[in-house]
Nanobody, 123 residues
Framework: QVQLVESGGGLVQPGGSLRLSCAAS????????IGWFRQAPGKEREGVSC????????YYADSVKGRFTISRDNAKNTVYLQMNSLKPEDTAVYYC????????????????WGQGTQVTVSS
């Protein structure tokens, strides 16, 4: 069974940090682009970041550039999203997915999805 499991979400104050993890089983993350997405209630899902399997390049949405960092640990079959300087507008359910970063981070290019982890940024 192909599975992606996100963890690391929680409640954090504005300006705080969280590190999200995306652990894969049933397949090897090395061969795929891995994207992070988020969705707030009543809003469309948006791409946040992506790491490419082909050249290791990364993509970040303008809203998170300079604050978020995506990384891989292939030995652990895990991708991380380090989130710093968090803002209330970062509040959402965060999902990881396997696919391709060819067009940035577009949901139609990702086939395997995790169930999400809640991130809440609030005082």
């Amino acid at each position: 069974q192909v599975q992606l499991v996100e963890s690391g979400g929680g409640l954090v104050q504005p300006g705080g940090s969280l590190r999200l993890s995306c652990a894969a089983s049933g397949f090897t993350l090395d061969y795929y682009g891995i994207g992070w997405f988020r969705q707030a209630p009543g809003k469309e899902r948006e791409g946040v970041s992506c790491t490419s399997s082909s050249d290791g390049s990364t993509y970040y949405a303008d809203s998170v550039k300079g604050r978020f960092t995506i990384s891989r640990d292939n030995a652990k079959n895990t991708v991380y999203l380090q989130m710093n300087s968090l803002k209330p507008e970062d509040t959402a359910v965060y999902y990881c997915a396997a696919g391709t970063c060819r067009l940035g981070v577009r949901d139609e290019e990702f086939g395997a999805w995790g169930q999400g982890t809640q991130v809440t940024v609030s005082s």
